[in-house]
């Protein structure tokens, strides 16, 4: 008996460790999803500046840096936003969460009866957002256009949420009209 529990015990932690190491190898797969993405934008526009905080990527597009007026931990922000989940080095319409942009929701082809979406949503930048875009989000200025990223382990992890798939990398492209430092 102690031999048949000793042999199941020796299982799981095999499967246990396989799983860990699959689910590494998907989040680093997804960081060369990034790494693309990023590098294919910084091509386009050579003018685009990078940041990495944490494990979050900020690829500003639109850039009004001021030295005294970046976000903080437990700041506010307003700003539109266009989520995807990334699959490739590539996002577009067919990977498209959400948004609150009418030009991206009409580019996508969503027919939306409730035109009320289409307003700038303020957040505040704690715990409650998922930890990719909360690192994503700190230090950014009025004025920013950016790309924030990240993979599903700064996502939801293992977890679906609503259409997101499990383990899914996460790019936010977000227009930010203003922040309130507390």
């Known amino acids: 008996m102690k031999t048949k529990a000793l042999i ?3 299982l799981l932690l095999i499967g246990w460790g396989c799983s860990k190491q699959s689910l590494k190898a998907t989040y680093d797969r997804q960081a060369g999803f990034i790494d693309s993405f990023v590098q294919a934008q910084m ?5 685009a500046t990078l940041v990495h905080n944490e494990e979050a990527w900020r690829l500003t597009l639109k850039d009004h840096r001021d030295p005294g007026d970046s976000l903080l931990q437990g700041g506010q922000v307003t700003l539109e936003y266009a989520s995807y989940t990334l699959t490739s080095g590539s996002i577009s319409a067919s990977n498209l969460i959400e948004t609150n942009r009418k030009e991206i929701a009409d580019a996508a082809n969503w027919k939306l009866s409730d035109s009320t979406i289409f307003q700038p949503v303020t957040l505040t930048l704690d715990k409650t957002l998922v930890d990719g ?3 994503g989000l700190h230090g950014v200025q009025p004025g920013d256009e950016a790309y924030i990223l990240f993979t599903g ?3 939801y ?6 259409t997101i798939p499990a383990k ?7 227009w930010i009209e203003s922040i309130k430092n507390e």
């Not at 992890?157 to 609503?162: A, C, F, L, P």
């Open 133 to 135: 875009l909360r690192m």
């Open 153 to 155: 382990e700064y996502a």
């Open 168 to 174: 899914s990398a996460l790019v936010y492209h977000v």
């Open 157 to 162: 992890g293992n977890k679906e949420n609503g």
């Open 43 to 47: 091509k386009s526009d050579p003018e």
């Open 8 to 10: 199941l015990a020796a």
